[in-house]
């Protein structure tokens, strides 16, 4: 049995980088800009937390400053939360946070641009920390571990969690979402 | 979670026998039968008591569709899913598609749909089938209202009149095409219609609306919702029509002799129990009159009333989605015969189903489903001679692999036990006795299996196998009796289930440039046992009319479909699904024997197209409907039992619209039309249909 054990653990994790890969290959003809969208559907997807947000929430737009397509994104996802975002029970309020501040952060939830590279560890630090989820549009991060919901609308909604970064955060969803989305 | 797969693999080590009619109840099954016989609503309550305070929540449709941009079913394997991943051909109406049909009853909904048949009898008489084999009292396809049955068992048939449900009440109507028993259970072989109604949890809906127009229409209906706070909601409904029939013309089968008028009320209160607990109750009302033709070709002039109570606690647990319900359904029939030579028929009708499932993930890539239900449906026998019931109890699994993010395969398996019970006396002259009925058993397995494969964003692909099983009505297995001076015309106890293969091949398309989606399915289906209501005869009996299984058919069918948008405003579709079927009746069974030929009484060719537009306070909406001729049956003069015939029904075109003005944020003042090509048309071998027109004015805010 102790033999079998790593082939076991060998095969699960095989499992499982096929299966994030496949994802991958799925989502890479989708690659594109946040959009609008991407953050309506990532707001709403909210309300499937089995503790969902309510009231006042404030949302930090994770960047890294030495990356200007980075700076690029959260400028953007800045304006389209300015003046706030009301979805449901949820009133947003943004908050630029540069990846080197997250541990003075204060924020209820974690939005991570995309390009941040390898960066996206130090995310994964501070939502687990904090117990703060995390999402984003840079599937990759999400493939990695370092963010626990990747969303894309476009040309379909996708939706994926990965599940041990959701756990080490203590985020968990409603069943039946689970259902409707991909999780790794 | 363990412990529930391993009782569920128990329930299924069933007992062995050589005659696979005759088996003898496992253990499981009696276990089932006994627990469930003796306390029907036991199952609900102790699901109060152990939900664990995880999670939980029954679906909240608006908010999944919000976030996936698609509607959600759980329709066809139980676990919820997004239309575009469900491994089935599946067409979803929206409140927002059912609002702009104009149509002021669901089989006038249904009637743009690809792949459904509505044969229009009466005014207010209809009768729905997927995918051809439509008939009076089409038997087929299994109608729910949120998985409350609303078919009637005791002919097998949906009095869709008599539904108490509003479209005001609809959020969606869920049209699953082809066989889908391995969730429903029996008679969901043709195809299942679930109506999803508003959840006055999530939903608020306050609607009311007039309608006023020829052949004497007058409808309203009044449709709301009340919140009690975060701990629930109630939704009241209430309809009312009458109408008349339409105006006499040649038809063997003979006309109404009263208007139709419906009425109904629901109330449906949803409750959390707990964060995680949420608790259904439904109560249900409806009356309706109106001529209608029976399966025998006959047309009765009928009054309905039916009541409903459903219970459901849904909770969102540590071992999953768990869900138990109980509903009993009343329904009270009452048809007198437009023909002297006919009787009149009264009967009731019980039906108590209950019902326990778990829906749970296992990882990340497995879903699976667990089920047991209950089911009790009795009757009187026409003459009110006896008493014919049944008892069904079943178990289901269902298992979903996403074996990777764009393939997924499901597989869904279901097994019903079926035990048939006479009791009372038997008229003279009879020559069945009760021990006929009570050793009656059946044991019958059903199965759904696809694999859906999503090789890019755009494409969906689906390669689906199923079985389904249509139980012969109450009446067939005897409820069915009448004495007459030539002998006694009765259902009988032997007769064999339909047995439905399907098998399919789909391929759904995206298309962003128009905002649309092609559609192409190509199937074979295959039924075995077909039955006739008044086909056969045994004479040592002293029954001079019995239904029997007449042998077999098969159908081969094309979808196509393709639809989207144009110019901002603009909106179409356009179907066309051609059916090919070939009929193979046992030798001595002909039509005038049967009144049963599938194969001629399908039109081979259907095209629909609808084309929309909406703009400021301005909608329009069109249909257009053509089917190639076919034929109709009619019941020849003499005699009156058996003896049908074919009668051609030229190929036609049919054009539905409503256009519609908003007057004010809150009141939309319509005027529809339907068939409005010509005055009168025939499309059944019944009445001619006649062009309607009626102005409504409805409050929404």
């Given amino acids: ?184 | 979670m363990d412990s529930s797969r391993i009782g569920f693999r128990r329930l299924l080590k069933v007992g062995s026998s050589t005659n696979p009619s005759r088996w003898a109840p496992s253990f499981a099954m009696r276990l089932l039968h006994r627990s469930f016989r003796l306390q029907p609503w036991a199952i609900v309550l102790p699901l109060l008591f152990t939900a664990s305070p995880v999670c939980a929540q029954s679906i909240d449709y608006g908010a999944s569709e919000q976030v996936f941009g698609e509607p959600i079913t759980s329709s066809v394997t139980g676990s919820p899913q997004r239309s575009s991943d469900v491994p089935s051909t599946t067409e979803i109406i929206t409140a927002d598609e059912i609002r702009r049909s104009g149509a002021y009853d669901i089989p006038g909904v249904l009637r743009h749909v690809a792949g459904i048949d509505v044969l229009q009898w009466h005014s207010d008489d209809a009768d729905v089938a997927v995918r051809g084999y439509d008939q009076p009292y089409s038997p087929s396809l299994l109608v729910l209202i949120d998985g409350r049955q609303v078919y009637a068992d005791y002919y097998g048939y949906t009095p869709w009149s008599a539904l108490p449900i509003e479209l005001a009440d609809i959020r969606q109507i869920e049209v699953v095409k082809g066989p889908n028993s391995a969730l429903f259970g029996f008679n969901a072989v043709g195809g299942v219609i679930n109506i999803i109604t508003f959840n006055p949890l999530y939903d608020h809906v306050n609607s009311a609306s007039f309608s006023s127009g020829t052949q004497g229409l007058a409808d309203g209906s009044i449709v709301s919702t009340f919140k009690l706070g975060d701990a629930g909601g109630v939704r009241i409904s209430a309809g009312a029509r009458s109408d008349d029939d339409f105006s006499v013309s040649e038809s063997a089968l003979g006309a109404g002799t009263q208007s139709d008028n419906r009425a109904e009320l629901n109330v449906l209160a949803v409750v959390r129990l707990g964060r995680n607990v949420v608790s259904d109750f439904e109560a249900t009302t409806s009356s309706s009159n109106e001529p209608e033709l029976s399966s025998g070709y006959i047309t009765y002039d009928t009054h309905y009333d039916t009541k409903s109570v459903k219970l459901q606690v849904a909770g969102d647990t540590a071992i999953g989605l768990v869900q138990a319900s109980a509903y009993t359904n009343w329904i009270s029939f009452q048809g007198s015969s437009t023909i002297p030579e006919f009787p009149n028929v009264q009967l009731d009708n019980q039906v108590t189903v209950t019902q326990l499932q778990d829906v749970f993930k296992v990882g990340s890539h497995h879903t699976l489903r667990a089920a047991v239900e209950y089911r009790h449906n009795t009757m009187p026998t026409l003459a009110n001679i006896g008493q014919i019931s049944y008892d069904v109890a079943s178990v289901t699994g269902m298992w979903d692999w996403t074996a990777t993010p764009s393939l997924a395969m499901t597989n869904a398996i279901r097994l019903d036990d079926f035990t048939l019970e006479r009791n009372g006396p038997v008229p003279a002259g009879y020559g069945l006795t009760n021990a006929e009925w009570n050793g009656r058993a059946l044991r019958e397995p059903s199965f759904n299996s696809g694999l859906v494969w999503r090789p890019g964003a755009a494409d969906t692909f689906r390669l689906t196998a199923a079985r389904g099983v249509q139980l012969p009505s109450l009446a067939d297995l005897g409820g069915l009796l009448v004495s007459s001076p030539l002998g006694i015309v009765s259902g009988i106890p032997t007769l064999n289930p339909v047995i439905v293969m399907n098998y399919e091949l789909g391929w759904d398309r995206t298309l962003p440039s128009t905002g649309g989606r092609f559609r192409l399915s190509v199937y074979h289906e295959t039924l075995q046992n077909i039955l006739a209501f008044e086909a056969g005869s045994d004479y040592s009996a002293g029954l001079i009319s019995i239904p029997a299984n007449i042998g077999d058919s098969e159908a081969t069918g094309l979808e196509l479909s393709l639809d989207g948008r144009f110019r901002r405003y603009w909106r179409w579709g356009a179907s066309y699904t051609p059916e090919i079927i070939r009929d193979s009746f046992e030798p001595g069974f002909t039509l005038a024997t049967t009144a049963v030929n599938d194969a001629q009484t399908t039109p081979v060719h259907v095209v629909n197209l609808n084309l929309g537009w909406a703009r400021g306070r301005w909608e329009t909406q069109g249909y257009l409907r053509y089917e190639s001729a076919f034929y109709g049956i009619e019941r020849s003069a003499e005699p009156v039992i058996n003896g049908e015939v074919l009668t051609p029904i030229p190929d036609y075109v049919s054009v539905d619209s409503r256009i519609a003005y908003k007057l004010s944020d809150r009141f939309t003042l319509s005027l529809s039309g339907q068939n409005l090509l010509s005055a009168q048309q025939l499309q059944t071998s019944g009445l001619e249909v006649e062009r309607r027109v009626f102005l409504s004015l409805q409050s929404r805010p």
């Fill in chain 1, 1 to 184: 049995m102790q033999l079998r054990q790593p082939q076991y653990c060998c095969t699960m994790i095989g499992g499982r980088v096929f299966f994030a890969w496949c994802f991958a290959m799925t989502m890479a003809t989708a690659q594109a800009d946040v959009t609008q969208t991407d953050v309506l559907v990532a707001a709403r997807a909210l309300g499937f937390l089995q503790n969902p947000p309510t009231g006042q929430i404030r949302v930090g737009i994770v960047y890294a400053a030495d990356v200007p397509k980075s700076v690029e994104e959260a400028d953007q996802l800045q304006r389209m939360l300015a003046g706030g975002l009301k979805v449901g029970n949820v009133d947003m309020t943004p908050v630029k946070i540069n990846i080197d501040e997250l541990a003075t952060a204060s924020v209820q939830l974690f939005l991570l641009t995309e390009y941040v590279g390898s960066d996206g560890v130090r995310v994964a630090d501070a939502t687990r920390a904090e117990k703060i989820p995390c999402i984003t549009v840079d599937i990759t991060q999400v493939q990695n571990g370092n963010c626990v919901m990747g969303v894309r609308s476009q040309p379909r909604v996708e939706i994926i969690v990965n599940r041990a970064a959701a756990a080490k955060s203590g985020t968990a969803f409603a069943t039946v979402f689970r259902m409707l989305i991909t999780e790794i």
